[in-house]
């Protein structure tokens, strides 16, 4: 029996497998652990099942002597230090394909939620600001037969595509490190939706180059790591009209104040990273977390390791 480090409770019964096999510490509160808290937490446990909040750097990998399992509740293991990991021997877990429809329906609400001004709409409801019916008022642009630009077609990208066949679009594509493909679908696409992992190569991916080169009409959408996209140049292109507008489910940071200038202008569309966030997919992420760190605990290879070659 290990002592095991859970930095968040979880969505249904998985962490009662964990706790049938090894003695759980867990942080029960809505806010992460501060980072002393953290520190001081990991310094005796042997297994951190943690989430996109914490980061894990090497510093807190020296604090943790006898950590041998990590397993990170989210696809994205941009807070895992995962080189510092693996130079001491630890596996890093994630918990893929079980998030992928949910994150691509959302991509979907959200071209759909700014294309349709459905939560510029419904603010004017609320506040009794809807006057009349009108023939000119509140139009927006059909996701129906436009071409998307799908950045980054790994998993999620490739299920956003699936699902935008039935709205007859064009998708064009560009794969990790694909400028040319990058640059026909920053021209082309009335849509720009990234599906990327945040990597050195991807931070800043999107920035007033980019967003200058798209047309005036479209719009950009990120499902996938705020830091992909400047976002001080993505204010600027929403407030002078480079673009129609953003939908975003993740920025820089989270959460963004609420006096952060990227709020300032009505064409954006943001959600609080909800990607993943239905009762079945988190309920099925924290199997997938329990069984990654159960595996690396027991010296066995995890279902779902972004560091398998620790294993050599
Ligand atoms: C969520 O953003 C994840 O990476 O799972
Ligand atoms: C709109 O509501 C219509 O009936 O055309």
Known sequence: M???????????????RLRAAHQVELWAHRAPPPRAE????????????????????DELLAAAPGLRAISNYAVGTDNVDVAAATARGIGVGNTPDVLTDSTADLAVALMLGIARRLTEGERLVRA??????????????????ATVGIVGFGRIGRAVAR???????????????????????????DFVSLHCPLTTETRGLIGEPE??????????????????????????????????????????????PADDPLLGPPNLLVVPHVGSATHRTREAMAELAVSNLL?????????HCVNPEIYD
């Open 2 to 16: 290990d002592r095991c480090l859970v930095t968040r409770d979880l969505p249904g019964p998985a962490l009662d």
């Open 38 to 57: 953290l520190e001081r937490a990991v310094a005796s446990v042997a297994g951190l099942l943690c989430t996109l909040t914490e980061r894990v750097d």
């Open 128 to 145: 009794g600001e809807w006057v009349t019916w009108e023939p000119d008022f509140m139009l927006g642009r059909d996701l129906y037969g």
């Open 163 to 189: 699902r935008l066949e039935g709205f007859d679009c064009r998708v064009l594509v560009a794969g990790n490190g694909d400028a040319d493909g990058l640059a026909t679908a920053l021209a082309e696409a």
């Open 211 to 256: 967003l200058r080169a798209m047309r005036p009409s479209a719009y950009l959408v990120n499902t996938a790591r705020g830091p992909i996209v400047d976002q001080g140049a993505l204010e600027v292109a929403l407030r002078e009209g480079w673009i129609a507008g953003a939908a975003l489910d993740v920025t820089d940071p989270e959460p963004l």
């Open 295 to 303: 595996a690396g605990l027991a010296g066995e290879r995890m279902p």
